[in-house]
T-cell receptor
Framework: QKEVEQNSGPLSVPEGAIASLNCTYS??????FFWYRQYSGKSPELIMF????GDKEDGRFTAQLNKASQYVSLLIRDSQPSDSATYLC???????????FGKGTLLTVNP | NAGVTQTPKFRILKIGQSMTLQCTQD?????MYWYRQDPGMGLKLIYY???????DKGEVPNGYNVSRSTTEDFPLRLELAAPSQTSVYFC????????????FGPGTRLLVL
């Protein structure tokens, strides 16, 4: 069974701090990695994807990938209350377009 | 563009009833997907389609059926509803050249009693 593991949280950080969200995966054939944000009662929306080892930055968001450790993370700098949501990690194997999702981490940013 | 639309938004079914969840996208996307999300859980893929006339099973297909007669529509059929099918159902679509981005519909909340 290919699994994607996330700490369910809740992760609570003060406004302006860095939030760090972590994800591990079991399938070494995974090649593409995604972070989705899901507000309560809403549908998921893609924040970032990353393919290569290292960091990828987009505004306040940085995705980090370490394939040797089978680990992917999402850093949110200068966290805002509007970042409060569940963050879902998803992985894809090769060119297979099917995604395997983790259960998500609930992030709360306190004003 | 409306994007991905789903109907109904909410439905209560009795055990053994059947229903169809509708999904339509107006982005001319090749790929379409159905997921279910149980409380506190991630999304599980039920069925997917890579184009009109082509469908395949995902992780949790039992109790569901799909069809894809057009590029735009991808309905999900529940036959003989069971309490275990109580969930939120999301439809999503993506484009062949941009498969990284799956666009999700607003979801259908289904309660089976």
């Amino acid at each position: 069974q290919k699994e994607v593991e996330q700490n369910s949280g809740p992760l609570s950080v003060p406004e302006g701090a860095i939030a760090s969200l972590n994800c591990t995966y079991s399938d070494r054939g995974s090649q593409s990695f995604f972070w989705y944000r899901q507000y309560s009662g809403k549908s998921p929306e893609l924040i970032m994807f990353i393919y290569s080892n290292g960091d990828k930055e987009d505004g306040r968001f940085t995705a980090q990938l370490n394939k040797a450790s089978q680990y992917v993370s999402l850093l949110i700098r200068d966290s805002q209350p509007s970042d409060s949501a569940t963050y879902l990690c998803a992985v894809r194997r090769g060119s297979n377009y099917k995604l395997t999702f983790g259960k998500g981490t609930l992030l709360t940013v306190n004003p | 563009n409306a994007g991905v639309t789903q109907t109904p938004k909410f439905r209560i079914l009795k055990i053994g009833q059947s229903m169809t969840l509708q999904c339509t996208q107006d982005m001319n996307h090749n790929y379409m997907y159905w997921y279910r999300q149980d409380p506190g859980m991630g999304l599980k893929l039920i069925y997917y389609s890579v184009g009109a006339g082509i469908t395949d099973k995902g992780e949790v297909p039992n109790g569901y059926n799909v069809s894809r007669s057009t590029t735009e529509d991808f309905p999900l059929r529940l036959e003989l509803a069971a309490p275990s099918q109580t969930s939120v159902y999301f439809c999503a679509s993506s484009y062949l050249g941009q498969r990284e981005t799956q666009y999700f519909g607003p979801g259908t909340r289904l309660l089976v009693l």
